[in-house]
């Protein structure tokens, strides 16, 4: 789960840097299905394997079926496209906002409401 954690915001900002506005809804929702459908099945899976054998031996496959998925992003991070390059200072000196989001420095605590 934690490299779950990590691999889907990472694929979710790629996917929205090199998928047309005009695409990006269907495919973000094909990803989404067949995430949700992976996991169904996957996690199916593991539940029996781990209820034959034993629970370390599901960790252990559902580890190693993570490891597999990473020489994919290796491949894909070769390819060099255009998500794969950090482009002015976003992330050097300062916070890097979502695309379309201005940067936020400081929130203020009263926003001038009167709470008297």
Known sequence: MVSVGVIT???QAYLHQVIPSSQRATVISFDSLLASGGSMLGQSGLGYLS????????????????LFALPFFGL????????DHIIGKAGKKSVCPAQGLPPISAVESDAGINYS
């Open 76 to 83: 894909l991070r070769k390819l060099g496209g255009a998500g």
């Open 51 to 66: 209820q034959e054998r034993s629970l370390g031996t599901g960790y252990i496959t559902g580890g190693l079926v993570t």
């Open 9 to 11: 915001p990472v694929k």
